[in-house]
């Protein structure tokens, strides 16, 4: 589309948009998560089946010794295997559920928009399984390493539901502190927020993250609690110069259409 074409397409708005009622919008949200909810339910149906493989293998990797898994009630292995396979549904449906929600908003933008958001999702996907992976092989091995297989020579009993809980919360907020540079790089080039904006919270948005890893994290000491708040400190840095950059882009582009 030449610039011309686009600066006609914003007197007129997005070429998709029309004028809805509430509940219109309502309704084409709710099939849009409810495709959701049953491409969810299916993955972790079929998961399920392989669960308890994933487990074992995810525990002898974690712990590389023979500590046995517990389970302190009788609903406890079945509900650590529904944990499992919810999170691998989740983790193989991420660019469907993002590409759901896109369609839902897909009517409200324009041209450059999209094209925008096209690039920038599955550069998400990427990303957020790029923390993930780092919590998961990197970081748990070792922080397990310390306060587990170190247990000053008594035997632990691990709860294999709260083990799992533990390492699913660090791996999803390595994974969506990954997301924080994209996010910002969207809202910035829809003129939603600016550098200045991000250097002004930057305080309360950490503040709020490490109180908010001392409720999900796994340890009282203080340790993964910091290496969260450290993983976050760097994305939201790198945030600020993405957002930067496309405030430019955008500014050029405006002084291009004018």
Do not use: C
């Not at 590409?99 to 839902?104: D, G, I, N």
């Not at 907020?173 to 924080?180: D, S, V, Y």
């Not at 994290?217 to 957002?243: C, K, N, P, R």
């Amino acid at each position: 589309m030449s610039l011309s074409d686009e600066r006609e397409q914003e007197k007129f708005g997005p070429p998709e948009d029309v004028d809805m009622e509430i509940t219109e919008h309502i309704a084409e949200l709710r099939k849009r998560l409810m495709r959701i909810v049953f491409a969810l339910v299916a993955g972790l149906i079929a998961v399920f089946n392989f669960s308890d493989k994933i487990i074992y293998a995810l525990w002898n990797y974690l712990f590389h010794s023979r500590i046995a898994m517990v389970a302190f009630s009788p609903t406890e292995w079945i509900m650590a295997r529904l944990a499992v396979s919810l999170v691998v549904a989740f983790a193989v449906l991420y660019p469907y559920i993002a590409y759901e929600l896109y369609l839902f908003a897909k009517p409200g933008l324009y041209d450059h928009e999209r094209r925008f958001l096209k690039i920038f999702i599955p550069f998400s996907y990427v990303l957020f399984l790029t923390g993930a992976a780092l919590a998961l092989f990197v970081v748990l091995p070792r922080l397990y390493g310390i306060f587990v297989r170190g247990y000053l020579g008594a035997m632990p009993f691990l709860s294999v539901k709260r083990t799992l809980y533990s390492t699913f919360k660090v791996v999803l907020a390595f994974g969506l502190a990954f997301q924080i540079p994209v996010l910002s790089a969207i809202a910035a080039r829809l003129g939603l927020v600016n550098a200045k904006w991000l250097k002004e919270k930057r305080l309360i948005v950490y503040l709020a993250v490490f109180l908010l890893a001392t409720n999900v994290t796994l340890d009282f000491t203080g340790f993964s609690q910091l290496i969260v708040l450290a993983v976050v400190v760097i994305m939201y840095e790198i945030s600020i110069q993405v957002a930067k950059l496309m405030e430019r882009e955008r500014v050029q582009d405006e002084m291009t259409k004018q």
